[in-house]
């Protein structure tokens, strides 16, 4: 079993940056690929970015267009998101999951453990 503690959310005005963190505790966090999700009222989760175990691999979602990067410290059991130039459609709730895999995962069927999530809201 997996837990996951998202931080790091907050309010900001548009065009600043947060930087999300997500804790793993419960087993080992070896192998797993890690991912951010995020839920904006009255959508569908959707998918934000994703990183292999090694760090070596990553995919972002096409709304991203560079200004999010995802990272991650395994000394640390802990994943990041890096947001930068945020917008208000950035608003919603964003999730960490974790993946008991090599490869990179989209779906959120692809993840197995998710965290309660941290709110992010952008005003303008």
């Known amino acids: 079993q997996v837990q996951l503690v998202e931080s790091g959310g907050g309010l900001v005005q548009v065009g600043g940056s947060l930087r999300l963190s997500c804790a793993a505790s419960?087993?080992?966090?070896?192998?797993?690929?890690m991912g951010w999700f995020r839920q904006a009222p009255g959508k569908e989760r959707e998918f934000v970015a994703a990183?292999?175990?090694?760090?070596?691999?990553?995919q972002y979602a096409d709304f991203v267009k560079g200004r999010f990067t995802i990272s991650r410290d395994n000394a640390k059991n802990t994943v990041y998101l890096q947001m930068n130039s945020l917008e208000p459609e950035d608003t919603a709730v964003y999730y960490c999951a974790a993946r008991p895999s090599v490869f990179l995962s989209t779906t959120m069927g692809g993840y197995a453990y998710w965290g309660q999530g941290t709110q992010v809201t952008v005003s303008s």
């Open positions: 990183v292999t175990w090694s760090g070596g691999r990553t």
């Open positions: 419960g087993r080992t966090f070896s192998g797993y690929t």
